[in-house]
């Protein structure tokens, strides 16, 4: 099968897991008083999604390096329609929960096998693919508000979203059964898993990958938090959910926007450059539109900072990859376990704190999170010399 054509079905397989994982948040006013909880709890669902990402972003790159990624990939999309299915069918928020939890479990399976089989296809323009991957997540997350926005406005059933969703994720289930094996890169280890973990351990020792895991927990736990308590902070602004909903849209647009210039970007700078530069524009956009009163000043100087602050993390990763790119599984894992445990922490933090000191608590979050995104950016810019990579 083309490259191309590949590039295009883990393409639409991101758009759908941006879609599945921004749903939820501008929803967020809406299941707080649909199921009767406080804000706090609806922060541990999402900790509790993120820790099912975190698990299986910890050992899916281990069990498909093992198994072969094709069948790892085909479990965690039976997982996802699974999870829809369930957040359809859902008439308590314990039973949403726990759905929202598989989807965190098929999501880690997904977006790790995901990367790993583009990046041993493209590995002469690596850095670029990937950034280009997560624009599709990107384009599934810049839907999801406007999706959200229709149906509130039309006064339809929230919940016919997860339905569709897990309808067009059968749809494209059917079409990954129909690679074969080689297509997906599905050749399997013949080392055991005492070995595998112990080449894992190994990466942990290697300072640029533990930089970049670092980088990718405050990328990550910042981006998610931000954009899922988003519509709850300009509720508390007197905008309404639908508004902020299409506020939300224009933010993930801009998002987008930057990946595709950080693309075009790494041609020209170095990953470790890109990052810092980009990380320092995004705290001065921020910090700024913290001290704007006015909604759509504040609103446009978020718009630059979601512009600056695109494609940090897929760098971050890329250049982890080329510390060993024969284990890209092993080490994706690795960089998605830091991502996600940054998710874990922050969504937790940002429900605790809007709940119990105030909403506009996901901004101090932020800024204090994208500071030391800063301090750690420009630490690998500075001391990373060479490319060296594990014995």
Known sequence: MARKKLFIF????????????SIVGPLIPILADGFKVSLDTIGSTFS???????????????LSERFGKRNIFILGSILYTVSFLGLYLSDSFIYF???????????????VNSVSIISDIFHLNRSKIIIRLNMGFLFGAFLAPILVSGILFLNLNW?????????????????????????????????????????????????????C??????????????????????????????TGSL????????????????????????????????SILAFVFLFISFFMDRVIFKIIFIMLFGLSFSGIAAASLSMSIKQSPRHSGSITSIINSFSF???????????????????????????????????????????????????
């Open 97 to 111: 929960t726990l759905s929202y939890i598989v989807f965190g479990m098929s999501w880690g399976m997904l977006a």
């Open 48 to 62: 509790l999604n993120a820790f099912g990402l975190l698990l299986t972003s910890l050992l899916s790159g281990i």
């Open 10 to 21: 883990f393409f639409i397989q991101l758009f759908l897991l941006g879609l599945g994982g």
């Open 247 to 278: 506020i939300l849209s224009l933010y993930l647009l801009s998002f987008t926007i930057g990946m595709y210039i950080k693309s075009t970007l790494v041609a020209r700078f170095e990953d470790k450059k890109l990052m810092q530069y980009s």
């Open 341 to 391: 445990t940054g998710v874990i922490i922050f969504q937790y933090t940002a429900g605790y704190l809007s709940e119990n000191v105030s909403i506009s608590s996901v901004i101090y979050i932020s800024l204090t999170a994208i500071f030391l995104l800063v301090v750690f950016t420009s630490i690998l810019s500075s001391y990373y010399k060479s490319e060296k990579k594990p014995g």
């Open 213 to 242: 895991g670092i980088i990718n927990f405050l990328h990550a736990g910042l981006g998610f938090s931000f954009g899922t308590w988003f519509t709850a902070y300009f509720k508390n602004l007197n905008v309404p959910v639908p």
């Open 159 to 211: 919940k016919y979203l997860f339905l569709s969703l897990a309808i067009i994720n059968i749809l494209l289930f059917i079409t990954v059964l129909s690679f074969r094996l080689e297509d997906l890169h599905n050749k399997k280890s013949e080392e055991n898993f005492l070995s595998l973990f112990t080449t894992s351990r190994r990466f942990l020792s290697n300072s640029i990958i533990i930089l």
